[in-house]
């Protein structure tokens, strides 16, 4: 028996082994050239990562999504894989997207408030919108005299038909409803923010509890020299609950500061120190799954479009060029962004910028590793310059570009398809359990929408 039990598990793995060997997969292609792409499998994190592939039939481009196929060893791409395709929505009496009806209605979140600013002087957008997995949070601030950081609920999980302010008794005071802010949801229990509260350039952290929708203590002052007129960020280290801030000097705003706090202080320090008669400008921070941060800015110097890492441990990495010919001044890059990390495999995001031609451009940049040129995708072309609006906000998730254009009173325009027209100014967007809500500044109210309904 024992001789019969060896041979058939010897059988097992020899027709398990076969299988693998001419089961599809999952790639992302990186490269085309010549009937040619290369592709990077889902999930390779060691060993083999890209490969040679023909492609029979598609006409694809840089982080489509495909499925391959071995043949005599070789991959070879059998089909183009749809990831969160636009549905069709109704959206103020107007039917937008594909195919597939879904109906969702243009929600108030509150009135006389703002995520977004642009006066020609102060530009920036804010980092506003939450998903707990159980209800959907959004920070504003208020446009009229004593302004306050407010954060409203949705009624329902995950389509609201309705937002409310929560504990708006203790809702911080800011110095100016058109100084930015910045929230990060940690542990989908707190929601951290920095807020300008007194003298010009001073700023402050805040704390909110989503478990009990109260405010709670907060870290003080995070420091008296950022920027009010310029997009800020903040994040914050699952490993060790550190909070990191990136924010342009009030004093010499083509700087970047990093103010951290590591469980007891504030602690300041230049991140970088940029000569140039033009501003920087900071588009975003995120983290990845190990802790890492990453900073995407414009960098006046060299009018490139750059990245740099911070390190669980502290490491900081050189800036590294995402685009070496980006646009050429401050005033015509974005006002801010928000790259939603995808963490299927090893954790990626979609960097998009303004190009010097004021093309929609992007490369997809692997996280996890101190930053490096060796981790960037292809550069591919989101939108042509006619198709994109002045100081656009820009959002973007593993299947989506989310920008602004001015046409038609203003557009939310998704993978280069109008969503949804008559907007003031795209804030953000950002998933909602399986969909992909936006927020907008429509006049002075600031109002919530799927452009793919969960």
């Known amino acids: 028996m024992a001789i019969i039990d060896n041979v058939m598990e010897r059988l097992e793995r020899l027709v398990d082994r076969k299988i693998e060997a001419v089961a599809p997969f999952r790639a992302i292609v990186t490269g085309v050239s010549g009937g040619m792409v290369t592709i990077k499998r889902l999930g390779v994190t060691t060993g083999e990562t890209e490969l040679r592939a023909r492609v029979v039939g598609f006409d694809l481009d840089a982080d489509d999504e495909v499925l391959c196929v071995l043949v005599n060893g070789k991959p070879v791409v059998v089909g183009e894989i749809q990831r969160n395709p636009l549905e069709q929505l109704t959206i103020g009496g107007d039917t937008v997207g594909g195919t597939e009806s879904t109906t969702t209605t243009p929600v108030t ?118 920027n009010v007129h310029r997009s800020l960020r903040l994040v914050v280290l699952p490993s060790n609950d550190d909070v990191v801030v990136a924010a342009q000097r009030e004093s010499d705003p083509t700087d970047i500061n990093r103010y951290v706090w590591g469980g007891a202080s504030w602690s300041a320090a230049t991140w970088f120190d940029i000569t140039s008669s033009d501003n920087a400008s900071i588009a975003d921070l995120v983290i990845d799954s190990s802790s890492n941060a990453f900073l995407f800015f414009y960098d006046p110097a060299s009018d490139a479009f750059r990245y740099s890492s911070r390190l669980a441990g502290g490491t900081l990495s050189s800036a590294v060029a995402i685009d070496t010919t980006a646009a050429t001044s401050d005033a015509a890059h974005s006002a801010g962004a928000r790259f939603t990390v995808d963490t299927t495999g090893t954790d990626t995001v979609r960097a998009a910028h303004i190009d010097s031609d004021g093309t929609l451009d992007y490369r997809t940049v692997t996280l996890e590793a101190a930053a490096n040129s060796g981790n960037l995708g292809t550069q591919s072309q989101a939108a042509t310059a006619g198709d994109v609006g002045t100081r656009t906000p820009i959002s973007t998730t593993a299947g989506q570009i989310v920008w602004w254009d001015d046409a038609n009173s203003g557009t939310i325009m998704v993978n280069g398809a109008p969503a949804l027209t008559g907007v003031t100014r795209l804030i953000e967007a950002f998933p909602v359990s399986t969909g992909l809500a936006v927020l907008y500044q429509d006049g002075s109210d600031v109002k919530f929408a799927y452009l793919i309904a969960p």
């Open 109 to 226: 979140v509150a009135t006389n408030a703002r995520g977004w600013y642009d006066d020609g002087t102060s530009v920036w957008t804010a980092r506003c919108g939450w998903d707990t997995g159980s209800a959907i949070y959004v920070a504003l601030q208020d446009t009229g005299g004593s302004p306050k950081l407010r954060v409203y609920k949705g009624n329902a999980y995950p389509t609201p038909t309705a937002f409310s302010a929560t504990d708006d008794g203790d809702s911080p005071s800011v110095q100016n409803g058109a100084y930015p802010f910045s929230t990060w949801l940690h542990d989908d229990s707190t929601l951290h923010a920095a807020v300008f509260t007194g003298t010009t350039g001073e700023a402050d952290h805040v704390r909110f509890n989503v478990g009990t929708d109260q405010w709670t203590t907060d870290f003080g002052q995070i420091g008296t020299t950022l």
